[in-house]
């Protein structure tokens, strides 16, 4: 096992020393130090501080656990693995993924899982346990984003624009309130199978303590593309 004091240690330096670190990796007094586990294949890294820009782009099979907030761009172009935020994060997060989960204990920033996509068994999954901003699930094309809107059940529990250009994937609210100015190219269900939702639920609840039964006994939504959607070609291998 590594251990890693990241006090006042420069990005570029802690990004070679996880990437030469051995397979369980524990980072301290992290600061704003970018692209931690960026690209890095196979390694359990657990994160104790504030990390910043594009924690775990491009990774493929490892495993990061943040004590702590997050900022943007967490999981950038991420294709498989698990990356657990044991606080909130910023803008961007999942953005343009392609496989691999996402858990937010608190909230989340603007554009969550913009240009997510899915081919085969690839497919990505992010959970908020709070609220989500503006513009989330942009241009989505695959995946699904589950929003549990946790301490905001009286209210909407994602921002303006929700869903804007989505053509595939899904997007589970936690919900009694449509969002505001949905898209015309999104369709708006209630929930009566649970069966895709509740493993997610059960596994965001196993990180941080929430009662799965509880969660899953309330009332969701769900925003998916209508089928005649005029992006869906361009991104998902499935008959039109």
């Not at 960026?38 to 493929?60: E, F, Q, S, T």
């Not at 009566?192 to 609840?205: M, N």
């Not at 361009?234 to 008959?239: E, H, I, L, S």
Request: glycine letters at 14%; proline letters at 3%; charged letters at 20%.
């Amino acid at each position: 096992m590594t251990h890693i004091n990241a006090e006042n240690m420069h990005f570029s330096a802690l990004t070679q020393m996880v990437k030469s670190a051995d397979s369980e990796v524990t980072i301290d007094n992290v600061l704003g130090q970018r692209y931690i586990a960026a690209g890095v294949r196979g390694k359990h890294v657990v994160i104790n501080g504030i990390p910043g820009n594009a924690l775990g782009a491009y990774m493929d099979g490892c495993a990061i656990e943040v004590h702590g907030n997050a900022q943007d761009a967490v999981g950038d172009t991420m294709n498989t693995g698990t990356l657990v935020i044991y606080g909130n994060c910023g803008d961007t997060a999942g953005y343009g993924m392609r496989g691999g989960k996402i858990f937010v204990k608190g909230y989340a920033g603007w554009r969550v899982g913009i240009h997510m996509k899915e081919y085969g068994d690839y497919i990505p999954e992010i959970v908020v346990g709070g609220s989500a901003g503006a513009y989330l699930g942009e241009y989505q094309a695959g995946g699904r984003i589950v929003i549990l809107g946790i301490g905001c059940e009286d209210r909407q529990c994602v921002g303006d624009f929700t869903a804007t250009g989505m053509h595939g994937g899904k997007i589970y609210l936690r919900s009694r309130f449509v969002p505001d100015d949905l898209p015309p190219q999104v369709e708006v269900s209630r929930v009566t199978d649970k069966s895709e939702l509740a493993p997610l639920v059960r596994e965001f609840c196993s990180y941080f303590g929430y009662d799965a039964d509880e969660l899953l006994a309330d009332d969701y939504i769900v925003l998916t593309p209508a089928a005649a959607c005029i992006y869906k070609r361009m991104y998902t291998n499935r008959p039109m």
